[in-house]
Protein backbone atom coordinates (compact mmCIF):
# COMPACT_ATOMS: atom_id res chain seq x y z
CA UNK A 1 0.00 0.00 0.00
CA UNK A 2 2.75 2.60 0.81
CA UNK A 3 4.56 1.92 -2.98
CA UNK A 4 1.28 2.39 -4.33
CA UNK A 5 0.95 5.74 -2.07
CA UNK A 6 4.18 6.92 -3.02
CA UNK A 7 3.71 6.48 -6.87
CA UNK A 8 0.68 7.99 -6.72
CA UNK A 9 1.98 11.03 -5.03
CA UNK A 10 4.90 11.49 -7.62
CA UNK A 11 2.11 11.10 -10.70
CA UNK A 12 0.41 13.78 -9.05
CA UNK A 13 3.68 16.16 -8.64
CA UNK A 14 4.19 14.85 -11.88
CA UNK A 15 1.28 15.90 -13.69
CA UNK A 16 1.17 19.55 -11.47
CA UNK A 17 4.64 20.13 -12.65
CA UNK A 18 3.59 19.51 -16.16
CA UNK A 19 0.09 21.74 -15.62
CA UNK A 20 2.29 24.78 -14.27
CA UNK A 21 5.04 24.28 -17.13
CA UNK A 22 1.96 24.29 -19.15
CA UNK A 23 0.41 27.25 -17.97
CA UNK A 24 3.82 29.32 -17.83
CA UNK A 25 4.81 28.51 -20.94
CA UNK A 26 1.55 30.20 -22.31
CA UNK A 27 1.94 33.27 -20.47
CA UNK A 28 3.97 36.06 -21.08
CA UNK A 29 5.50 38.97 -19.11
CA UNK A 30 7.11 42.91 -20.49
CA UNK A 31 9.23 44.26 -19.34
CA UNK A 32 8.97 47.97 -20.68
CA UNK A 33 11.60 51.00 -21.08
CA UNK A 34 10.43 54.73 -21.92
CA UNK A 35 12.49 56.58 -24.15
CA UNK A 36 13.50 58.42 -21.28
CA UNK A 37 15.02 55.87 -19.53
CA UNK A 38 17.01 54.65 -22.37
CA UNK A 39 18.37 58.42 -22.73
CA UNK A 40 19.72 58.14 -19.34
CA UNK A 41 21.39 55.04 -19.39
CA UNK A 42 23.46 56.35 -22.72
CA UNK A 43 24.33 59.73 -20.33
CA UNK A 44 25.57 57.90 -17.83
CA UNK A 45 28.09 56.64 -20.44
CA UNK A 46 28.79 60.01 -22.31
CA UNK A 47 30.56 62.14 -22.51
CA UNK A 48 33.09 59.56 -23.65
CA UNK A 49 36.39 61.46 -25.28
CA UNK A 50 38.97 58.66 -27.14
CA UNK A 51 42.45 60.28 -27.60
CA UNK A 52 44.26 59.60 -30.86
CA UNK A 53 48.22 60.67 -31.68
CA UNK A 54 46.96 64.37 -32.72
CA UNK A 55 43.30 64.40 -31.67
CA UNK A 56 40.57 63.81 -29.39
CA UNK A 57 37.33 62.36 -30.56
CA UNK A 58 34.79 63.18 -28.05
CA UNK A 59 30.69 62.05 -28.00
CA UNK A 60 28.23 63.35 -26.09
CA UNK A 61 24.70 64.64 -25.99
CA UNK A 62 23.12 61.72 -26.56
CA UNK A 63 19.05 61.19 -27.79
CA UNK A 64 16.99 58.58 -28.75
CA UNK A 65 14.03 58.64 -29.97
CA UNK A 66 11.36 55.59 -30.30
CA UNK A 67 9.10 55.98 -33.17
CA UNK A 68 5.61 54.30 -32.50
CA UNK A 69 5.30 53.48 -36.08
CA UNK A 70 8.72 51.63 -36.96
CA UNK A 71 10.88 48.66 -35.22
CA UNK A 72 14.06 50.83 -35.24
CA UNK A 73 15.03 52.88 -32.84
CA UNK A 74 16.57 56.43 -33.72
CA UNK A 75 19.40 57.99 -31.85
CA UNK A 76 21.63 60.79 -32.13
CA UNK A 77 24.79 63.04 -30.59
CA UNK A 78 26.81 65.44 -30.92
CA UNK A 79 30.73 64.79 -31.63
CA UNK A 80 33.71 67.27 -31.42
CA UNK A 81 37.25 66.82 -32.72
CA UNK A 82 39.43 69.14 -30.71
CA UNK A 83 43.72 69.16 -31.34
CA UNK A 84 45.58 67.51 -28.45
CA UNK A 85 47.96 70.25 -28.58
CA UNK A 86 46.02 73.78 -27.94
CA UNK A 87 42.58 71.63 -27.46
CA UNK A 88 41.08 74.00 -30.16
CA UNK A 89 37.94 72.54 -32.19
CA UNK A 90 38.73 71.37 -35.31
CA UNK A 91 35.59 69.75 -36.03
CA UNK A 92 31.85 70.30 -34.93
CA UNK A 93 29.52 67.52 -36.00
CA UNK A 94 25.64 66.34 -35.54
CA UNK A 95 24.87 62.71 -35.88
CA UNK A 96 21.69 60.87 -36.06
CA UNK A 97 21.11 57.14 -36.74
CA UNK A 98 18.88 54.48 -36.54
CA UNK A 99 19.26 50.57 -36.08
CA UNK A 100 17.49 47.69 -34.91
CA UNK A 101 17.49 45.49 -32.01
CA UNK A 102 19.40 42.71 -30.86
CA UNK A 103 19.48 40.94 -27.42
CA UNK A 104 22.49 38.77 -26.07
CA UNK A 105 21.30 36.15 -24.14
CA UNK A 106 24.29 35.27 -22.48
CA UNK A 107 24.99 39.22 -21.78
CA UNK A 108 21.47 40.18 -20.44
CA UNK A 109 22.08 42.88 -22.70
CA UNK A 110 20.40 44.81 -25.45
CA UNK A 111 22.40 46.02 -28.44
CA UNK A 112 21.68 48.80 -31.28
CA UNK A 113 22.30 46.60 -34.17
CA UNK A 114 22.58 47.62 -38.14
CA UNK A 115 23.17 51.49 -37.47
CA UNK A 116 22.04 53.34 -40.64
CA UNK A 117 23.23 57.41 -40.60
CA UNK A 118 20.29 59.01 -41.22
CA UNK A 119 21.61 62.36 -41.13
CA UNK A 120 25.34 64.27 -40.62
CA UNK A 121 26.03 67.82 -40.12
CA UNK A 122 29.82 68.50 -39.38
CA UNK A 123 30.77 72.01 -39.59
CA UNK A 124 33.46 73.06 -41.88
CA UNK A 125 33.06 70.23 -44.10
CA UNK A 126 32.03 70.62 -47.47
CA UNK A 127 29.94 67.63 -49.61
CA UNK A 128 31.82 65.60 -50.44
CA UNK A 129 34.08 65.24 -47.36
CA UNK A 130 31.16 65.06 -45.13
CA UNK A 131 30.24 61.93 -47.61
CA UNK A 132 33.76 60.35 -46.56
CA UNK A 133 33.07 61.31 -43.15
CA UNK A 134 29.72 59.76 -43.41
CA UNK A 135 31.02 56.39 -44.44
CA UNK A 136 33.98 56.19 -41.77
CA UNK A 137 31.52 57.37 -38.82
CA UNK A 138 29.38 54.74 -39.82
CA UNK A 139 31.71 51.72 -39.90
CA UNK A 140 33.11 53.36 -36.07
CA UNK A 141 29.52 53.53 -34.51
CA UNK A 142 28.82 49.79 -36.12
CA UNK A 143 31.92 48.58 -34.19
CA UNK A 144 30.93 51.22 -30.98
CA UNK A 145 27.95 49.67 -30.69
CA UNK A 146 28.10 46.47 -31.57
CA UNK A 147 30.18 46.40 -28.15
CA UNK A 148 28.58 48.74 -25.56
CA UNK A 149 24.60 47.57 -24.91
CA UNK A 150 22.35 50.46 -24.59
CA UNK A 151 20.17 48.58 -21.04
CA UNK A 152 21.38 45.66 -19.65
CA UNK A 153 18.82 43.42 -17.42
CA UNK A 154 20.97 43.77 -13.95
CA UNK A 155 21.86 40.27 -12.95
CA UNK A 156 21.84 40.78 -9.11
CA UNK A 157 18.13 41.70 -9.47
CA UNK A 158 16.21 38.11 -8.78
CA UNK A 159 13.76 38.98 -10.98
CA UNK A 160 16.18 40.35 -13.62
CA UNK A 161 18.03 37.47 -13.65
CA UNK A 162 15.18 34.97 -14.67
CA UNK A 163 14.21 37.16 -17.09
CA UNK A 164 17.44 37.37 -18.77
CA UNK A 165 17.18 33.43 -19.31
CA UNK A 166 13.25 34.03 -20.53
CA UNK A 167 13.64 36.68 -23.38
CA UNK A 168 11.50 35.73 -26.59
CA UNK A 169 11.20 39.21 -28.05
CA UNK A 170 12.82 42.68 -28.33
CA UNK A 171 10.30 45.24 -30.00
CA UNK A 172 9.10 49.21 -29.89
CA UNK A 173 5.87 49.07 -29.30
CA UNK A 174 3.66 52.85 -29.08
CA UNK A 175 6.85 54.76 -28.43
CA UNK A 176 8.29 52.07 -25.87
CA UNK A 177 10.92 49.49 -25.66
CA UNK A 178 9.63 46.42 -24.66
CA UNK A 179 11.06 43.71 -23.74
CA UNK A 180 9.04 39.94 -23.85
CA UNK A 181 9.20 37.78 -21.44
CA UNK A 182 7.89 34.14 -21.64
CA UNK A 183 9.56 30.05 -21.23
Do not use: C
Not at 62 to 88: A, I
Amino acid sequence: MGKKLTWSLLALLALIGAGAIWYLAAKTYEIRISQAQLEQKLAERLPLTQRYPLVSVTLAQPRVHLNEDSERVDFGLYMTVNTNTSGSQLLGAQIDMSSSLRYDAERGAIFLDQPLMDKLVVQGLDERRTAMAQVALEAAMTSYLAQQPIYTLNAADARQRVARMTVRDIRVDKGVLVIILGL
